[in-house]
C-alpha cells in the first residue's frame, strides 16, 4: 500500500511563490492537513519577536463565573488568569510595521483571502509564547475585549 502523504515546493498558487517557492508537507487526507515550512524567513521571525516580546504579558481568559452570569444578563466577562492557560500573549495592534504588512501580505497570497483591519470585524495579529517554563494550552474561553 502507497502512502498519500507527501512533500512538495509549491510555487503554483502565485507567482510570488516562483522564485522562493512554499515547502508544504501533507500531514493528513481526510480532512486535508497541509503543514508549511519557512513561511517567514530568519529575519523575518527576529523582527516579529522583538515586536511581540515588547507587548507580551501573561495571557488572560473569560472568568467562567461571569460567563453564566453573562448570558442572562449581556454584562461583560471579567477577565482572569487562567490555570488552564498559562501562556504570555499580545496583540499587534500598530498597524504600521512593516514586516507586519509584509507577512499580512504573504498571508494573502498563500490563502487567497484578503488580509483586513475592519475594527468591527476582525482583531488584531495574536502573538502568543509557551515557552515559559511549565507553560501549557487547555480549552478555555478567550477573554473578551470591553470595546466590543
Not at 6 to 32: F, N, Q, R, S, V
Not at 97 to 103: A, D, E, G, T, V
Not at 111 to 121: C, D, K, S, Y
Request: charged share 25%; glycine share 4%; net charge positive.
Amino acid at each position: 500500500m502507497q502512502s498519500t502523504l507527501y512533500c512538495w515546493y509549491e510555487g503554483k498558487i502565485d507567482k510570488y511563490w516562483l522564485i522562493g517557492p512554499l515547502k508544504l508537507e501533507k500531514l493528513h487526507a481526510h480532512p486535508d492537513l497541509v503543514q508549511v515550512y519557512d513561511f517567514l524567513g530568519m529575519t523575518e521571525m527576529k523582527a516579529l519577536r522583538t515586536i511581540a516580546n515588547a507587548i507580551m504579558t501573561r495571557s488572560k481568559v473569560a472568568s467562567e463565573i461571569d460567563l453564566e452570569e453573562a448570558k442572562s444578563s449581556k454584562s461583560i466577562p471579567r477577565n482572569v488568569r487562567s490555570n488552564g492557560r498559562t501562556s504570555s500573549s499580545g496583540f499587534i495592534r500598530n498597524k504600521t510595521y512593516p514586516i507586519l504588512k509584509r507577512f499580512e501580505k504573504k498571508v494573502e497570497l498563500f490563502t487567497g483571502l484578503r488580509v483586513t483591519h475592519n475594527i468591527e470585524m476582525t482583531e488584531s495579529p495574536q502573538a502568543v509564547s509557551y515557552t515559559s517554563l511549565g507553560s501549557h494550552y487547555a480549552t478555555h474561553i478567550d477573554r473578551v475585549r470591553k470595546d466590543k
